[in-house]
C-alpha cells in the first residue's frame, strides 16, 4: 500500500475529490497547512509597513491506497489539482507497511 | 391622525395650548418642552447610530472569514459617508421647501429661530433644535445605506459600492423621503409610514435588490442543477450581538419617531412605541423558532435572528397605535415571512448573503401594508399606492445606478479574487489573520 | 424610608406639595415630572434591555465552541418570551391587586388616567406613563431569566429550557414579585430590597440551582475521585464584552429602580446610586484580581468578571443609602464570596458553567443581608424572612418544574449529543463553521 | 465665550434670569434646569463609561491572540481602580479649592447645597447635582487611563501596569487637569479645550509615550536594519467593534462637556455638538480610506478605525463652534496625521501596538490647536502654552513613574515569555483556548 | 522505527493516550483534520437548504516507536479508539529511516 | 528522496526556515499541532480548579529532499531548532518513493 500526500491550493480541494471518486476511493483525510516555496505571497502593507507573505495557505490531502492504482491516483489528484500557476503543489507518494480499520479491525486492503 | 414626521409636533403645539388653558404648574413651559423634544432626538438617534455597529456585526458575522475585514470596513464607511452626503445634500434635498416631488439642492445649515439674543422665544415655530433633528435624520439614512451592505457582500468591489451609497443617500434616498417625511404627494395622497417600514426599510431593500440581479450570485452558491449550496456564516457570536444593538438601537428608531417629547401624550406615545417595538420582535423572534423547528425540524439561529429583525422591520410602519397582542402578530407574521421568503429569493437565484431582503424589502412591505389594521386614518390603496411609487422609484434609480456603475467601473471582482476572498484581494487584510486562514476547502 | 417599587414614587408627590409652599418657578410642574418619570423609565429600561445581549455574549464566551450557537439561541429566545409572557400574565400577577400573595391573572392592558380628552390632569394618582413602567418591569424579568441558562448550559435540551423559561417568567418571579415589589406582605413586613438583588438575582440564582440540580453535571466536569476538570470558555473577548454592557446596564438596572426623575431630589438620588453602583463594580473586580493572585499566583480573568457582577449584584438592594467607602466594601466583599463560591460549588459537584450562582445567587443574598448597614428603616431579621422565603418559595417552585419536565419531557441531551455538542445534534449549525470545528480532544 | 467645565453652568444662569424677565410659562424653572443639567451629565456619563468597553475591544483585537485575555484584564481593571482612585483622591485634587496650580488632597464627598430638607432651593450656588458631575468627571479620566494601555501592549507586566494606572489617575490627571477645567492658571490665561483633545486624550498620548519609550519595542517588530515588522492584530471584528461603540460613546463625551441642559440655547448646542463630532468622525474615516488607496493602493481597515478616532480627537477641542464643513475639515486632516504618523513613530522605533500616539497624542494636539479656527476668544499662542505646559508636565511625570517602576519592579516581561505570550505566562488562560493557541510561526 | 498514524474520532483522544502510557511510550503528536469517509456527516439545513457535511472533524494521531512494539501499539490504539460505529478511522504505519531528538541528539531507538 | 519531518517550538519556525534556504532548499510545508512528551505544560488554574496543559503547541515542518543531503538537512534542522530546553521536538527521516510537482508534471528530484 502508498499513502499519497498530496499538498494543494484549497479552492481545489473539491475538485481533487471529486476527480479520485471514480477511481473506488472512498476516504481521505485533509489537513490546513502553510506551504513556503517559489510562490512567493504578495507584498503586502499594514500600517504603512511592508512585509512579505510567506506562508501561504494550502490544504494537505492524505490518501491510502493499494499499491497498484497509486500511480493512477497520483496522476488523478495532478490532473485535478492543476491551475498551471505556480504554487500548485506536489504529490509525495510513500510506503504504508500496514493499514487496520479501527471499527472491524479489517487490514491492510481490506481497511481502506 | 396620521403621524407623519412633517406634522408631528403636536405634542408641542398642545403643550403650548394648555399654557393658557390649564391649571397653573400642570403643564409643560415652551422651554423645557423645546428641550425635551430636541432631548428624545438626540437620545434616541445615538440609539439608531449605534445601529450601524449591529448592521456592521451582524453582517461580518454572516460572511465568510474571508470577506470579513471587507465587510466591516463598508460599514463603517458607509456611516461615515452617509452623515457627510447628508449634510451636503440629502437632508435639503428632503426636507426643504419640498414642493411634492423633491425639495432643494444645497448643503443643510443649521437656523434656530426660537432662540435669539433677548433669549428663548416662544413663539417661534418649531418646538425643537434644528440640529437635533438633523442628527436624528441623519442616522435614519445610514440604517437605509447598511441594509445593501450585506445583500451584495463577499462579491462587490469596495470603490463602486461605495460610489453607490454617495449616490443612495444624497439623493435617492432623500427624493423618496420627501414624499412622504418632507411633506410631499404621498403625505397629501394620506400615506402613513411611522417609522419607515417602506421609507427606510424596503428602501434599502429595493436598492439592495437591483445591485443583487445586476451583480450576480456568488460563485458557487448555486448548482448548475438548481441546488442551492449553503454558505454558512463563519462568526454567528458577532451576528447575534449585532442583532440585539440592532433591536436596541430600535427603541430609538420608532421611539424617536415620535418627533417629541415634551408633553404626557408624548412620552406615554413613546412607552407605547417601545412595548410594541419589542413585542413585535419578540413575535418575529418566537414564530421563528417555532416554524423552523416544525418544518425543518432544527431551529436555525440565524433565521431566528432575521426574524427579530423582521419582526422589528414589521412594526416600523405603525409603532403606536396596535394593542400589544396586535404588535405580536404583525411582528409573528413578519417572522412567518422570513421563514419563507429566504428559501424564496434563493429559488430565484437572488443571492442575499444576509438575509436583508426577507428582513427589510418584505417585511418592510408587510410593514406598511398593515398600517390600515391599526390606524383608521389609513388605507390599503393609499397603502399599496406608497409602497409601490417608493418601490419602483428606488428600484429604477437604482437598478439604473448600478448597471452604469457595471458598465464604465464594474462592480464585481474577479473569480479569482473571489475565491480567494476580498480581504486578501482588496484589502491585503486578514480579519483573523492567526487562525482560520486557510480554511478548509473554502 | 424603604424605597420599594411600589411606594417609590415620592419623587412626584414631593414635587407636587412643592408646587403650592415653594418661590414660583423654582418647582417643576406636575407634567414636567410626568414626563421626566416615564423617561426614567424607558431610558433607563433600554439599559437593561441591553443587559440581555450582555449575558448573552458572557455566556457564550464561556461555553466551549461546539455549544456556542445554542448559547446564543437561548439567550435572544429568553429575551423574546420573557416579554411576550410578562405581557400576557406576568405583570398583572405582580402588581394589579395584590392580596399580599398574590396578583391577577390577565393580559395587562396599558390604561392612563392621567392623560384624558381634555389634555394631561395632574390630579389623576400616577405621576408617569403606565406604559414606560411596563416596559422597566418587564426588561427584569428577562434578565432573571437570563441568569438561569447561564448555568444549565452546555447539557439541557432546548424546548424544555423554553418551557422552563415559560413559567419562570410568567408565573414564579411574578409570584415572589408581588409580595415586595407588588405591595405583598413581606413589604408590608419590612423587607427592603431596592432594585432586586434577591427579588432578580437571587431568584434567578435559585431557579438556576434547581436545575443544575436536576440535571446533574457535565460528562467529564468531576472525575471520578471527585476532581474538578476545568472546561475552559471558547471566547474570552466576547465573555468580556459581555460583562462591560451588564455593567453599563446596571446604570439602568439601579438608576431606573429609584422610579422617578421628576424631582431634584430624585435626580440626585440616581446620581448617587450611579456612583455607588460604578464603586461596588470596580471593588469586586479589584478585589478578585488582588485575591487570585494571592491565592492561585495568577489572575483569573473570568473570576475577575464574576467579581465585577458580584459587586454589581451586592450594590444592588441598597445602591442608594451607602456613602461611597461603603459601596465599595459592599462590592468588595461581594469579590470575596465569588473567589471562594466558585470552588465550593465545584466541591459539592453543582456544575454552573459561567459561574452564576456565586455571582447572582450569593452575591445577591449578601446584598439583600447589608441593606440594614446603610438603611435604619431594615433590619436584619426582616432581611433574612425575605431571604428565605423568596428562596424557599422560588427552590421549590422551580425544583418542581425542573423535575416535571425531566420526568415527561426529558431535559438532558444524550452523552453522545453532549461529546458532539448541542450545535451540531440540535440545532445544525456551528459559532464559527471555518475554524475550531474540531478542536483538539474536545 | 471659552467653554470650561468650570463656568459653563451658563445655561443654568440664562434659564435662572431668564426667570423673571420672560413671558410666564415660557422659561424653564430652575429645579427642572436643575433636573436636565443633571440628566445630561449621567446620561452623557454613561455613555463615556461604554467607551471603555470601546477602547477594551479595539486593544484586544489589535493585539496578538496569545495577549488577548491580558489585554481584556487590563482595561476592566484600568476602568475599575480609575473609578476608585478618582473618588479617593483625584476628584478633589482637580476641582476643590484649586490654588491655581492643584486642588485639595481628600476623597470626594457629595454635598447637595441645593436639596435642603424644606426641598430644592433655587438660590444655592450649583445648577446640577454634585453626584452628576462626578460620575460624568470620573468618566473621563478612565478614558484616559485606557489610552495608554494599548500603546503598551503585548510586553507589559500587569501589576507595574497597575501601579501606573493608580499614579495617572489619583495624581498625574487630575493636577494637569485642575490648571483648565479646575478653573487653574490655564483657563485664567485663556487656554480653551472644551472636551479634552488636551486635557484627556493628548494627557493619555504623553503618558503611553513615556512608557513606550521606557518599555522599548516589542521584540522582532523592528529588525537590525531599520525594517519595520508588521504585527497583525488578530481579530479585527473586534476593533471594528470597539471603534463604533468609541463613536457612539464620543456623542457623551463632546455633547456632555456642554455641562448643562437645562435651556434651549444648551440643548441647541448639544445637538451642534452631536453634529460636529460626527462630521468629524466621518471626514477622519473618509479621508484615511482615500489616503490609503492613493499611497498604499490598498485601504488599510485597521488605519481607517485610527481615522475616525482621530477625526473624534481633533473635533474635541472645539465641538461647538465649527460650522459643519469646518468640522469635516478638522476631522479630515486629523485622518491625514494618522496616516504620516503611524510609519513616523515606526521610523522612531516607538512601538505603539494600537496607533494610541497617532490618534490621542498627535491629533489631540492638532485639535487643541485648531481651536482658534472656529472660537475667537481662543488664541494660537495660548493654546501653544496649554498644549506645551500640559505636554511636559505629563510627560515628565510620567517618565519619572515608569522609570522608578523599572528600576524597582521592573516593567516588562522576560523574552520568553513575551514570546509565549502574556496570556500563558501572566494569567495562565488563553482567550481562545480551542484554537488559535499554537498559531504558526509566532 | 515506525511511525504510526492513526486517525480517529476526537473525543477518543483522551483514551487513546491513556492506553499507550502502559506501553513505555513518552511522546505523540497530534493534529486536527478533517475526514471523508463511508461515514456521511448528517444532512443540514441553512437557511432553509439542504447540504451534505462530507467533511466531519478527526484527530490525527502521530507516534514513532520502536519497530518491536509497532503491532502492539497498534492494537491499543484499536482498542481504545473503538465504538464500533462507522467512522471509527484507520491506522497506518509507515518506516522511519532515523529519529533524532532535537535537544540532546540522540538518536533513534533513544530519541523516541 | 527523503521526508523530513520535524516537530519544533513554534517561535523556532523562522530560523530553521532560514537555515535551510543556504541548502538550496525552496519549498517546505507547515502544520500547526500539539505535542505530548517529557515537557509537561505548566499546571493552570482556572476557576479555582488546578488541571494540567498536557499537550503544548508545537510546529510540525515537513520537507521533502535529496537523499544525498538527508543528513545535512537534519543537522540543520536540529541545530537551528535548539534551545536546550526540554521539549525541543524530534526529527524523523523517511523514504519518499515517488514526487510530482502538481504544476508542471516534473517527477522526483526536479519536483522538489
Ligand atoms: N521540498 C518540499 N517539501 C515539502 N513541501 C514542499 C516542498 N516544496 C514545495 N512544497 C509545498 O508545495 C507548495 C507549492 O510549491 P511552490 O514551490 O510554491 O510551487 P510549485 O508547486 O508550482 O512548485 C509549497 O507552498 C509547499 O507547501
Ligand atoms: N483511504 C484513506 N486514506 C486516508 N484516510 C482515510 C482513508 N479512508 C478513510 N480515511 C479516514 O478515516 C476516517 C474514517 O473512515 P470511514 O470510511 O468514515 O469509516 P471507518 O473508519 O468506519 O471505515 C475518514 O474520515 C478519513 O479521515
Ligand atoms: N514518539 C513520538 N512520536 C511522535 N512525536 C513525538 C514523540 N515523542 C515526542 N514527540 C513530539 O516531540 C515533542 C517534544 O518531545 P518532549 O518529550 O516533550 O521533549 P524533547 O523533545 O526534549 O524530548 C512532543 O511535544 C511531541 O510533539
Redesign the pocket.
Given at each position: 500500500m502508498k499513502l499519497i500526500m498530496a499538498i494543494i491550493k484549497p479552492f481545489k480541494l473539491d475538485e481533487v475529490q471529486a476527480a479520485l471518486s471514480p477511481l473506488g476511493?472512498?476516504?481521505?483525510?485533509v489537513s490546513e497547512v502553510k506551504g513556503f516555496g517559489r510562490q512567493k505571497g504578495q507584498t503586502e502593507i499594514y500600517r504603512g509597513a511592508e512585509y512579505q507573505v510567506s506562508f501561504l495557505p494550502k490544504i494537505k490531502v492524505?490518501?491510502?491506497?493499494k499499491a497498484e492504482i497509486a500511480d493512477q491516483v497520483v496522476e488523478v489528484i495532478c490532473a485535478a489539482a492543476k491551475t498551471d500557476k505556480i504554487g500548485d503543489g506536489k504529490v509525495f507518494v510513500m510506503d504504508i507497511q500496514k493499514a487496520v480499520?479501527?471499527?472491524t479491525g479489517e487490514t491492510d486492503g481490506d481497511a481502506? | 391622525m396620521t403621524k407623519s414626521k412633517f406634522f408631528a409636533v403636536g405634542g408641542v403645539t398642545a403643550a403650548l395650548a394648555l399654557g393658557t388653558a390649564a391649571p397653573a404648574h400642570a403643564e409643560v413651559t415652551a422651554e423645557t418642552a423645546f428641550i425635551l423634544n430636541s432631548l428624545s432626538f438626540l437620545m434616541h438617534g445615538f440609539l439608531v447610530m449605534f445601529m450601524a455597529a449591529g448592521f456592521c456585526l451582524l453582517e461580518a458575522g454572516l460572511v465568510r472569514t474571508k470577506n470579513t475585514s471587507m465587510q466591516l470596513l463598508k460599514n463603517i464607511a458607509i456611516y461615515s459617508v452617509a452623515g457627510i452626503m447628508f449634510w451636503a445634500l440629502g437632508y435639503n434635498l428632503m426636507y426643504m421647501d419640498v414642493n411634492g416631488w423633491i425639495g432643494s439642492f444645497m448643503p443643510w445649515s443649521a437656523a434656530d429661530p426660537a432662540i435669539t439674543e433677548a433669549g428663548f422665544d416662544a413663539a417661534a415655530e418649531q418646538g425643537y433644535a434644528a440640529g437635533s433633528d438633523w442628527f436624528f435624520q441623519m442616522v435614519f439614512v445610514a440604517a437605509t445605506a447598511s441594509i445593501v451592505s450585506g445583500t451584495v457582500a463577499e462579491r462587490i468591489k469596495l470603490w463602486p459600492f461605495m460610489l453607490f451609497t454617495v449616490v443612495l443617500t444624497a439623493i435617492i434616498y432623500p427624493i423618496q423621503g420627501s414624499w412622504t417625511w418632507g411633506g410631499g404627494w404621498l403625505t397629501e395622497m394620506g400615506f402613513s409610514d411611522f417609522a419607515g417600514s417602506s421609507i427606510v426599510h424596503s428602501v434599502g431593500g429595493w436598492a439592495a435588490l437591483a445591485g443583487a440581479i445586476v451583480l450576480g450570485a456568488r460563485k458557487g452558491k448555486y448548482g448548475p442543477d438548481g441546488r442551492v449550496n449553503p454558505i454558512p456564516g463563519s462568526n454567528l457570536p458577532l451576528a447575534t450581538a449585532g442583532t440585539f444593538i440592532l433591536w436596541l438601537g430600535w427603541f430609538g428608531f420608532n421611539g424617536g419617531s415620535q418627533l417629541a417629547m415634551g408633553s404626557a401624550a408624548d412620552i406615554r406615545d413613546i412607552a407605547t412605541i417601545y412595548i410594541n417595538t419589542n413585542l413585535a420582535a419578540a413575535g418575529g423572534a418566537v414564530t421563528v423558532m417555532v416554524l423552523t423547528q416544525l418544518i425543518y425540524k432544527k431551529v436555525d439561529l440565524t433565521m431566528v435572528l432575521n426574524g427579530a429583525l423582521g419582526g422589528l422591520v414589521s412594526i416600523t410602519a405603525a409603532p403606536l397605535t396596535p394593542e400589544p397582542s396586535l404588535a405580536i402578530i404583525i411582528g409573528a407574521v413578519g417572522g412567518v415571512l422570513v421563514v419563507f421568503a429566504v428559501p424564496f429569493f434563493d429559488k430565484l437565484k437572488i443571492d442575499d448573503v444576509v438575509g436583508a431582503l426577507p428582513v427589510h424589502l418584505v417585511c418592510g412591505i408587510w410593514g406598511t401594508l398593515a398600517v390600515p389594521l391599526s390606524n383608521s386614518d389609513a388605507s390599503f390603496v393609499n397603502q399599496i399606492v406608497g409602497i409601490a411609487a417608493i418601490g419602483a422609484f428606488t428600484f429604477t434609480a437604482s437598478l439604473v445606478v448600478w448597471l452604469i456603475l457595471k458598465v464604465t467601473v464594474g462592480i464585481r471582482v474577479s473569480d479569482e479574487e473571489e475565491a480567494l476572498g476580498l480581504d486578501k484581494t482588496e484589502l491585503g487584510l486578514e480579519a483573523y489573520p492567526e487562525f482560520g486562514a486557510g480554511s478548509t476547502g473554502r
Open positions: 476511493i472512498q476516504g481521505l483525510t492524505e490518501v491510502a491506497v480499520r479501527i471499527r481502506l | -
